[in-house]
């Protein structure tokens, strides 16, 4: 935010949490000559950096926030086991998939319409949206795909994309 703007809004800039994000990515630029500052407080920036819940990187971006849905997910799934999300023993599939749909997607696709994903960085989801409905149904991992999601009348992780 410019000085001038934040003078006249009365708004302060903590210099502690704020940072630089370098969007032009010419491989010649020199960290520790960009002279920024915030008021007297020097600013450099980052090799990345997270914006509404986005990493925003120099390099592999795309990867490393797929990384970081996956697990987010990982987790939620974990945490709801308890509740019998699991396949073998546990609720009827169908409610176990109402419940992934509306607890665990949410949280797997979060910024994901907006970053220009190639084929083998949706493989990644994809193999980690069939494996899941695979176990929550109980079905061996040699299962055809496509009775996968039939079964439960699930979309494809490319549908919920395009969906949101």
Same mark, same amino acid.
């Given at each position: 935010m410019h000085a001038l703007c934040c003078n006249s809004s009365r708004q302060t800039v903590n210099p502690t949490k704020t940072k630089a994000i370098i969007l032009n990515k010419q491989k010649n630029i020199n960290r520790s %000559?960009?002279?920024?500052? $915030?008021?007297?407080?020097? $600013?450099? *920036? *980052? +090799? %990345?950096?997270?914006?509404?819940?986005? /990493?925003?990187? +120099?390099?592999? +971006?795309?990867?490393?926030? /797929? %990384? $970081?849905?996956?697990? /987010?997910? =990982?987790?939620?799934?974990?945490?709801?086991?308890?509740?019998?999300?699991?396949?073998?023993?546990?609720?009827?599939?169908?409610?176990?998939?109402?419940?992934?749909? !509306? %607890? $665990? /997607? *949410? =949280?797997?696709?979060y910024g994901m319409e907006i970053l220009p994903l190639n084929q083998s960085q949706l493989d990644i989801m994809i193999?980690?949206?069939?494996?899941?409905? =695979?176990?929550?149904? !109980?079905? *061996?991992? =040699? @299962?055809? @795909?496509g009775s996968v999601f039939m079964l439960l009348g699930a979309l494809t992780i490319e549908a919920e994309i395009h969906k949101r």
């Open positions: %000559d960009l002279n920024w500052t $915030v008021g007297n407080t020097p $600013v450099y *920036p *980052p +090799e %990345d950096t997270t914006h509404l819940g986005l /990493i925003r990187a +120099e390099l592999k +971006e795309n990867n490393l926030n /797929i %990384d $970081v849905r996956i697990s /987010i997910a =990982r987790r939620t799934l974990y945490f709801l086991m308890n509740t019998g999300l699991h396949g073998t023993n546990g609720l009827n599939p169908q409610t176990s998939y109402k419940i992934y749909q !509306s %607890d $665990v /997607i *949410p =949280r797997l696709l193999r980690f949206h069939t494996k899941t409905l =695979r176990n929550s149904q !109980s079905l *061996p991992t =040699r @299962t055809a @795909t």
